[in-house]
């Protein structure tokens, strides 16, 4: 692994490069972008994909995105889906740069609403080759819908409705900005059973990171991402093969089949019995069942030999 920084317009992206064993330089490699959750960092989920990307023969790249973690970009831990699918171009930009990459097999993977926003990058970039979404969310119809999709795009008003009210403060009155988590602090009984685990992943030394403070500014972030739609004209922009990966028992699982249901490209879903929405992040029984699929996957649309014969 190596740390690297590649430029996106005037942001300083921090990011780290996975290389196979064994790797030749002289040699041009197939690669993928990894994509990380909201809220989530390079050295969480992503990282751990990443390198296990490398071990199948890809060149992986991870970053933090811009506005979080160690990427440049001000205001920090701002949460706008625009620069997120950016952030993706960006990183494909850089893989093009590198004399080692393959610029016609490039690939993208992204984890939670990273999974929403490769997606979404990738129907306006197709220089991406083939996708793939692991627990995939769409955030901006999560965020109005809620965690389980059973209320109406309306419910968002009030919410919007005390952004007004906040943003109102901020600029004539002098208030200090305000910021929501993105994974409940203090869980209780009415909290989906996804977050509940997201909080052990994020806020215990399971997963805990320094730059994923658990913060994301309330006013600049949520009206970006309350009119946000990660699949808005999926069915006929998103011409890539594309790999779904979601758990059955996953509150989330109805995004990652509503995706499936509407892409009309080559499309692949698979379901693993049992997983839930965090099991994807760490537990080794189903992130290896997402790379079990996702390796092979990426080798035939990007068209590389297994790892034991590269």
């Not at 979404?133 to 109406?152: E, H, L, M, P």
Request: glycine share 8%; net charge negative.
């Amino acid at each position: 692994m190596e740390p690297i920084t590649f430029p996106n317009g005037p942001v300083t992206m921090a990011g780290n490069l996975y290389l196979p064993e064994g790797f030749d330089a002289t040699t041009a490699h197939p690669a993928i972008v990894v994509v990380h959750p909201g809220g989530g960092v390079k050295e969480q989920a992503a990282g751990l994909y990443a390198g296990k990307l490398a071990e199948q023969g890809f060149v992986a790249l991870v970053f933090d995105a811009s506005f979080q973690g160690d990427s440049g970009g001000e205001p920090h831990h701002l949460e706008d889906p625009y620069a997120r699918v950016e952030d993706v171009r960006a990183a494909v930009d850089h893989l093009q740069s590198l004399g080692y990459v393959d610029a016609e097999r490039i690939g993208a993977l992204g984890i939670c609403a990273g999974g929403g926003y490769t997606v979404n990058a990738a129907m306006t970039d197709y220089r991406i080759k083939a996708v793939t979404t692991v627990s995939a969310v769409n955030i901006g119809t999560s965020f109005r819908r809620g965690w389980y999709g059973t209320d109406s795009d309306a419910a968002a008003v009030p919410t919007l409705q005390a952004l007004a009210q906040q943003r109102t403060a901020e600029a004539a009155q002098g208030a200090e900005p305000t910021y929501l988590p993105y994974v409940p602090a203090e869980p209780d009984e009415n909290t989906p059973r996804d977050l509940v685990e997201a909080n052990d992943y994020y806020l215990t030394p399971r997963a805990q990171h320094p730059n994923a403070k658990n913060k994301f500014l309330f006013t600049k972030s949520v009206s970006r991402i309350f009119t946000f739609d990660a699949f808005h004209m999926v069915e006929d922009l998103l011409t890539q093969p594309l790999l779904v990966v979601a758990g059955s028992e996953a509150g989330s699982l109805w995004m990652s089949t509503e995706l499936h249901g509407r892409a009309r490209s080559p499309k692949q879903l698979q379901i693993v019995e049992g997983g839930t929405h965090m099991d994807f992040y760490d537990v080794p029984k189903y992130v290896d069942r997402a790379i079990a699929v996702a390796a092979p996957f990426f080798r035939e649309h990007l068209t590389v030999q297994p790892a034991d014969q590269v």
